[in-house]
């Protein structure tokens, strides 16, 4: 049985999809549209019943939910991947902090934004709660350049994110796919496109094809 993956694109749940990909191993892919509801589905609660992101099934039906248990278990899993230091005492450093970055900076401020309706169920309340999760002046960005992520920009609810333009990217792999199958020579590391997205350039950004090429085109080389 291959793992499955339960994620949503633009959340944290992007950094155990990095994990996966760091250690090497072949898993589904299963996204879980919070807007519209997904983790409440009777199919994904039969998962994971906190109804919530993210969610590995491991190869013998077993699931592992939350974060830092899921990068924990991928770490001690496969360990020539070093992904955790070799001393208890430094392995629970990395712990701490990661803790932290998901239960304190990731649900006291990413949550209070974008789930307001978790904490504050009238309406009448959400602007607070956004409030409550922008105090200290704590900058937010995302690692996806989905609509989403634009409007949010664009609401000031997140600071910028990172777009890879995956319909570009695609076009830049089967380039060198095609140079491969014609027995071309490659450079070691092959380019794709990638900008940062803030509220400075995202109507800029906000465009598709040839228009998205000139843009790209026009940005200084970094």
């Known amino acids: 049985m291959t793992m499955k ?3 949503t694109p633009g959340s944290c749940s992007t950094g155990i999809h990095i994990l996966l990909e760091e250690c090497g191993l ?3 892919a299963y996204i879980v549209n919070l807007l519209a509801g997904d983790q409440h589905r009777k199919d994904y609660l039969a998962i994971n019943p906190k109804g919530s992101i993210p969610a590995l099934v491991l190869d013998d039906g077993s699931a592992i939910t939350e974060f ?4 924990w278990w991928l770490a001690r899993s496969y360990p020539k991947r070093k992904l955790l230091p070799e001393s208890v005492a430094d392995e629970v450093q990395v712990l701490s902090v990661t803790n932290y970055a998901v239960h304190t900076l990731h649900t006291q401020g990413f949550a209070r934004i974008f789930t307001t ?5 009238s309406s009448s309340d959400h602007e607070s709660v956004k409030a409550q999760g922008r105090q200290d002046k704590v900058v937010v960005f995302g690692t996806d350049g989905i609509s989403d992520a634009y ?3 664009r609401a000031g609810e997140l600071t910028g994110t990172v777009d890879s333009f995956p319909v570009l990217t695609g076009e830049v792999a089967m380039e060198a796919a095609l140079r491969l199958l014609g027995k071309q020579e490659l450079p070691r590391v092959v380019s794709t496109p990638q900008a940062l997205i803030t ?4 109507e800029s950004f906000a465009v598709k094809g040839d228009a998205l090429r000139k843009v790209l085109m026009a940005q200084p080389a970094g």
């Open 26 to 28: 072949v898993f589904e």
């Open 68 to 71: 830092s248990a899921i990068a």
């Open 5 to 7: 993956f339960y994620m």
């Open 151 to 153: 409007a949010s920009i």
């Open 117 to 121: 309706e978790r904490f504050a169920p």
């Open 199 to 202: 509220k400075d350039n995202v």
